[in-house]
């Protein structure tokens, strides 16, 4: 068992465990929805071949096989994940798929031990809001880049410009306030906790980061093939499903009422090829001093 910060014990809980589930069961969703947003990351910013490539809070592992390909047979890519669940299907994946020059590891990237100096490239696709300390985590992740070595991350923007997360939460919030108690673990700072482009920029720099730049990314996202599968998506990840996970069988009874709210609300998003939502996005890249 990987060593974990005292304050992102809660939310190793969350997403060894509910969380897990949820992306499990929502995984062809997820993974055309962030997908092309994380191709987008690779266009702007591919690793070279060659290179050792970090995968920061890698869930599944599809984005480390993709950039161990990259990289190529001379290079390798080292997934980490503080959820075991994840890592273990990760290593199981890949494992089938053949893919020799990829690793996966358990690992809080806040304090992980990573060999100093060592890595070409850390790249993220929202693996890196959850840090109870960012900062922590971004110099933890500086440190084991060579100089010059390169950070590529793809993370939210604001919840005004992912229409659909603003949305249901606003159906949400007229209903129920975030609980005081809830018997169930927390995900960290949360998916849009690195949406304020200056404050990352800040972050970037006090952890030692130097040539920070953030690439607006606009692309479309599918919720889900139709308005069902959309409202069930929505209702159990972000903002609004993590609201009603921690109110758990204590608000039953007005679920159907917010579920047929939030259909309304993303009503307009469907079309003939499912359900597809404007979704925005960062693109961050920053490297580490050559000196
Ligand atoms: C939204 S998921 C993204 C997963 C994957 N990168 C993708 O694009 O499908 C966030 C991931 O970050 C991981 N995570 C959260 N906190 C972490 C931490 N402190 N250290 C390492 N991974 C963490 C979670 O377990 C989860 O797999």
Known sequence: MASVAPANVEATEAWSGPLFERFVQFRPVVADGLGAHGEAAIRAHPPEPGDRVLDLG???GDTTQRRAALVG???EAVGLDVSAPFVELARRE???????NVSFQVEDVQIAELPPAHFDYAFSRMGIMFFANSVQALRNVRAALRPGGRLCAVVWRRK???DWVHRAELVVDQYLEHPDETEEPTCGPGPFSMANADTVTEQLKIAGFESISLQRSDLPMK??????QAVEFTLA???AGEVLRLWG???DEIRPKIAREVREALA???GPDGVVAPASTWILSATAPTH
Not at 94 to 100: D, F, I, N, Q, Y
């Open 223 to 228: 919720l889900g093939d139709d308005l069902d």
């Open 237 to 239: 990840i972000g903002p």
């Open 73 to 75: 047979s001379g290079g």
């Open 58 to 60: 890698c869930g599944f």
């Open 268 to 270: 307009e998003f469907d």
């Open 94 to 100: 890949a494992a089938e798929a053949g893919v020799t």
């Open 160 to 162: 005004l410009d992912n």
């Open 249 to 251: 069988d204590r608000v």
